[in-house]
């Protein structure tokens, strides 16, 4: 009898571990969030070919995504239809298309504010004073305005705190997404008799990145796959406005195993478009350029697979070209909007020229089964063979969000 209890007792161990396994595994391979296209449905992963997972759709609602309106289901996804796995919601839309691009492009960024990106001691009659850290200013902040005067450039702040020759101002300041306000007294420099704030601030910046895509349907365009960062403070820029610039490659560094290579690019000085949104997804705005090429499907997170697929970048003054990459893991949940995926560079070609991935490659779209699955965002320093990239998904999702369509509004309004 003693001998069965303990069979039976190991069975049950053994049973629900299993259980307790399938569910931990459940949970990590359903997405929180999935898109299907086309009322194509979803079909949850498989275990040794068996699907264990049935999902319950309920609450149907209808939202919109980008252009077309689509419909939102909440999904119980549950083990052997018995035992509660997770909950997730299922969009089902229309497929969307668009052009990819490859093409490098001149980012020009224009703040909105000034960004403190340092703060010196000035010598003063009286000795050394920091007047921006007895303020209590910090590297980061933005100054937005002054004495209720906006400031949109380095040399209108420095024309108001010469201006105010000593006497208190008042800061307006973004920080941390708060504003708050500072009482500020500039001092007396004693070798040049000047009143200076002891700060160093930017208001603008300038480089190159790669278009993941063109949109047909309203001219606009994607790229880069992560925002545009203050090289100081690693914070992203805050933009006020922006011009997507025509440029061509005059060269290159090679990557090797810790050292990033990067591309040399040069701006012609025609200007082909306007920037409207920089964030952590990338940069978007709308442009005059035209692709004569057949659009594509943008593919969703669950369409995408480990294995063979290409890149179509820019590395020379030729037109982009097609390289061979290899999709090593795509993370269906990740927290980190622009690591997505990780992909390795397998076409010999493009090694031999560059080393890998390059900086002034993010943005390069990646084309898999014949749709756009996403685009190159970062490099790993150690192998530039490898770097992650993000859901081509996610970036049409921002290109097609409430403030691009507030940019279209406004400027409709002012013509």
């Not at 052009?99 to 980012?107: C, K, L, R, Y």
């Not at 406005?241 to 061509?248: I, S, T, V």
Request: proline fraction near 3%; glycine fraction near 10%; charged fraction near 20%.
């Amino acid at each position: 009898m003693r001998s069965l209890i303990k069979i039976f007792s190991f069975l049950c161990t053994v049973v629900c571990a299993v259980l307790f396994s399938l569910i931990y595994f459940g949970q990590k391979a359903i997405p929180d969030s999935i898109t299907t296209v086309e009322n194509n449905g979803y079909e949850a992963p498989k275990i040794l070919g068996v699907s264990l997972f049935n999902s319950d759709v309920v609450s149907k609602t209808g939202v919109v995504l980008g252009t077309a309106q689509a419909s939102q289901n909440e999904a119980k996804i549950s083990l052997l239809n018995i035992i509660p796995v997770k909950s997730t919601k299922i969009t089902n839309s229309k497929r969307q298309y668009v052009i990819p691009g490859g093409e490098i492009f001149g980012i020009k960024l224009y703040t909105d504010g000034t960004v403190v990106v340092g703060m010196d001691s000035i010598e003063s009659e009286n000795g050394e004073v920091n007047p921006a850290e007895k303020a209590g200013l910090k590297i980061g902040d933005i100054i937005k305005s002054v004495n209720g005067e906006k400031v949109t450039s380095t040399a209108e702040l420095a024309g108001l705190i010469e201006k105010s020759a000593g006497s208190k101002m008042n800061f307006f300041v973004l920080r941390d997404e708060s504003f708050i306000e500072i009482e500020f007294q500039s001092v007396k420099e004693k070798s040049s008799g000047k009143y200076k704030a002891g700060l160093w601030v930017r208001d603008s910046t300038a480089g190159i990145g790669t278009v993941t895509f063109y949109n047909p349907e309203n001219s606009s365009f994607g790229g880069l796959g992560h925002a545009i960062c203050d090289i100081d403070t690693d914070e992203i820029m805050p933009m006020a406005q922006g011009d997507m610039a025509e440029a061509y490659v005059n060269g290159l560094y090679k990557s090797s195993a810790g050292n990033v290579g990067e591309l040399c690019g040069v701006f012609t000085g025609n200007n082909t478009g306007i920037l409207c949104i920089n964030d952590e997804t990338g940069i978007y705005g709308y442009t005059s350029c035209e692709k004569q090429e057949n659009p594509l499907p943008v593919a969703v997170k669950q369409e995408i697979h480990d294995g063979y697929a290409q890149i179509i970048c820019t590395i020379d003054k030729n037109p982009p070209e097609y390289y061979d990459v290899k999709i090593v893991k795509v993370f269906s949940n990740s927290s980190t909007v622009n690591k997505d995926m990780i992909i390795e560079i397998t076409d010999e070609r493009l090694m031999s020229k560059t080393g890998g991935i390059l900086q002034g490659m993010s943005g390069t779209p990646i084309i898999q089964d014949g749709m756009l699955v996403g685009a190159i965002t970062h490099v790993f320093v150690n192998n530039p063979k490898q770097g992650y990239a993000i859901f081509a998904e996610r970036m049409l999702e921002t290109s097609v969000c409430r403030e691009m369509q507030k940019f279209i509004v406004d400027n409709q309004s002012a013509a």
